[in-house]
């Protein structure tokens, strides 16, 4: 029987250096894994620190809130959304009209018989307005009323003009309009709706006029705002349904 047959120095030096490359193998994997792992936690701490001095975050679409420090309320959002609306029969009551601030004191409010058909829709609006309203008034007999209100003091703070249902309106009517009415704080012109020749000729001098009195003068454009309801008219489309009369007070309130 043989025995062994004995190993060479070099192959035992052989079998030697590759039992210590593959631990050397295994090492450096277990340090490179660790090595990774440290990396990684270092990167959600740095990222876990930045989330926190950045505050809190929505997601797209939802409605997020801030609170003002040490006042416990809810401060309001600064986004805009969008909704879309119907068109209502009326307007909001003392909402205030673009470019417009109140206006404090009494309220006189001259007109024809569009006027009369308000007067109680826009004496319930503005209490204590004066209302004189006359059936085929004619602008140039308002310029008397308005001149005689003021001789005699009572002409209010604001003035409401509703006229030119019942004929032309010139641009020196205006400018009497607007003497006549001087030391009043607001002029409120209510345009006209009316199916007749003169219609839009008396609109352009109404608009024009508040064009060259800004900051007194203004326009209420009832025309805009009731074209698009008949139904707020009789059958003559010119005097008006409860609905109308509402709808007209409650812009001339924006105003006034």
């Known amino acids: 029987m043989h025995g062994a047959t004995p190993r060479r120095p070099e192959q035992a030096k052989l079998v030697s250096m590759s039992k210590v490359s593959r631990s050397d193998k295994i090492i450096a994997a277990v340090l490179v ?34 609170t003002t420090p040490g006042s416990g309320h809810v401060a309001p959002s600064t986004s805009t959304s969008t909704s879309t609306s119907t068109t209502s029969t009326t307007v909001a009551v003392g909402s205030g009209a673009p470019g417009t601030a109140p206006v404090a004191g009494p309220v006189t ?15 319930a609006d503005i209490p204590g307005a ?16 308005v001149q005689a209100d003021r001789a005699a003091g009572t002409l209010g703070n604001v003035l409401v003009v509703e006229l030119g249902t019942n004929g032309s309106v010139t641009s020196s009517d205006f400018d009497a309009m607007m003497q006549a009415a001087a030391g009043a704080k607001r002029v409120v012109f209510v345009n006209v709706n009316v199916p007749r020749s003169w219609e839009a ?23 805009a705002l009731s074209t698009p309801h008949p139904e707020w008219f009789t ?3 010119v005097h008006l349904q409860p609905t109308g009369t509402q709808a007209l007070a409650s812009l001339i309130t924006r105003y006034a």
């Open 109 to 123: 409010a001259v007109g024809d018989s569009i006027m009369l058909d308000i007067q109680s829709d826009l004496q």
């Open 235 to 237: 059958s003559d489309q």
């Open 33 to 66: 894994a660790v090595l990774a792992a440290l990396v990684v936690v270092a990167v959600v701490r740095q990222s876990d620190h930045a989330a926190s001095a950045a505050g809190p975050t929505t997601t797209p679409g939802s409605r997020s809130a801030s």
């Open 201 to 223: 000729p008396d609109n352009a001098v109404l608009a024009a006029g508040v064009a060259r009195y800004p900051g007194v003068a203004v326009l209420a454009d009832w025309n």
């Open 130 to 145: 004066q209302v004189d309203g006359l059936v085929s008034r004619q602008f140039e007999t308002g310029i008397g009323i």
